[in-house]
């Protein structure tokens, strides 16, 4: 069982940046793929990314990538999504989830976080 706690949501005007974390417990966290996900309201969750367990390899949605980075301290069991260059459109709620495969679908990942809301102003 993997317990997942989401922070660093907020409000910040378009352009700018934020830093979330994923924090987990558990002895496993550090074995699993985490991935970040997003939902706006109205709207299916969508992925951000993902990073595998060693941290050395990160994958990105097409509307995210080259703005958004993820990586990880598994000494810390958190996981961390950088936020550059902010959007109105990047406005959701952002979730975590460990996943043991190489995967975008939400299927495909479990023992999702709480959820923290970023709210990009234009």
């Known amino acids: 069982q993997v317990h997942l706690v989401e922070s660093g949501g907020g409000l910040v005007q378009a352009g700018g940046s934020l830093r979330l974390s994923c924090a987990g417990s558990?002895?496993?966290?550090?074995?699993?793929?985490v991935g970040w996900f997003r939902q706006a309201p109205g709207k299916e969750r969508v992925f951000v990314g993902r990073?595998?367990?060693?941290?050395?390899?990160?994958y990105y949605g097409d509307s995210v990538n080259g703005r958004f980075t993820i990586s990880r301290d598994n000494a810390k069991n958190t996981v961390y999504l950088q936020m550059n260059s902010l959007k109105p459109e990047d406005t959701a709620v952002y979730y975590c989830?460990?996943?043991?495969?190489?995967?975008?679908?939400?299927?495909?990942?479990?023992?999702w976080g709480q959820g923290t809301q970023v709210t990009v102003s234009s």
């Open positions: 990073i595998n367990w060693s941290g050395d390899s990160t």
């Open positions: 558990g002895r496993t966290f550090s074995t699993y793929g």
């Open positions: 989830a460990v996943t043991r495969v190489v995967s975008s679908s939400p299927s495909s990942y479990y023992y």
